[in-house]
Every structure is written in C-alpha cells, then in structure tokens.
C-alpha cells in the first residue's frame, strides 16, 4: 500500500467519450471526478488486469485516483496501479489493493526523452537484450515493444 506519482497530462488519454456540447457554439465538457473514475475503471477491465471487489475513486482537485480491491500477485497489483497512473488526468495513485501472495516488489521506472526498452534493459540488467523481460512485465499496457514514451511509468521486475 502506499502512494505513487506520476507526470500529469503526459499519459494515454482515456477512450471512453467524455459528454459533448449540445450546440457547436458551446465548448466541451471537461470530465467530472465521476466520470473519470468510471473511465479508469473501465480501462483497467479493458486490459484484463485481474482483481476482485476493484472500485476506483477520482479526485479532480489532487488528480489523485485510490484504488481497491484483492489481486492475486504483486506483479498485477503493479500492472493496475502503472494502468492508471499512465493516464493523463492522474497525478498520484493511492494504492489501498491487498495481494493473496506477496512478493518482492518491482522497482519502477519513468522513461525518458530518447529511451528504448534496449537502453532501459542495459542500465537495470548490463544486457540490452534483455528488453523483452521489460516488454513482458508492463503487459497489457505496452502493445509494442516500440509504444513507450516520455513521461512513463514502466515496471522494471527482478
């Protein structure tokens, strides 16, 4: 448990439609803490990510999200918390989750202008070929070993 910060408004931008002006006249809405609670929780359904009891609270003021549930590993408890803190309303995760079968945590890393998973490989484990091992461990989030950008949070496992 514990709190986690992130770059605001360097993340993914959520999918999920926000609710649009009934005139063009009128400028969009920008989503309420509700709102973008609902979002992150769908995003993290959308990935799969297993936790039971999952519920999400946003806070617009702190751009602070809480999370809740049981996950049956650290690695997934890491996976949720990273899915979340990429987005980019969020600023700071509270992480309230309890793991059925603690383990070590992973150290995290944010990326930086010019990184690869090859670089990143290479400064944790003296191998860029190692990359994959970093590739595996931030899924679903990374599609591509190539989609990383500056500004995020990665998991780096043991």
């Given amino acids: 448990m514990g709190f986690f910060d992130f770059i605001k408004g360097v993340g993914k931008k959520n999918e999920a439609p926000v609710e649009q002006p009934a005139t063009p006249s009128e400028t969009p809405t920008e989503p309420n803490a509700q709102q973008i609670?609902?979002?992150?929780?769908?995003h993290?359904?959308?990935?799969?990510?297993?936790?039971?009891?999952?519920?999400?609270n946003y806070n617009s003021t702190t751009d602070l999200a809480t999370l809740k549930?049981?996950?049956?590993?650290?690695?997934?408890?890491?996976?949720?918390?990273?899915a979340v803190g990429n987005?980019?309303?969020?600023a700071q995760v509270d992480d309230q989750m309890t793991v059925e079968e603690p383990a070590p945590e992973s150290k995290f890393y944010t990326v930086k202008s010019g990184d690869n998973l090859s670089k990143i490989a290479k400064e944790f484990y003296a191998d860029a070929n190692q990359y994959p091992k970093i590739f595996d461990a931030n899924k679903p989030m990374l599609k591509s070993a190539d989609a990383i950008f500056p500004g995020q949070v990665l998991r780096i496992p043991e």
């Fill in 69 to 82: 549930g049981q996950v049956k590993s650290q690695a997934d408890k890491e996976k949720i918390i990273l």
């Fill in 44 to 56: 993290i359904q959308a990935l799969g990510l297993p936790v039971a009891g999952l519920s999400v």
């Fill in 87 to 90: 987005i980019d309303h969020v």
């Fill in 37 to 42: 609670a609902n979002q992150l929780l769908s």
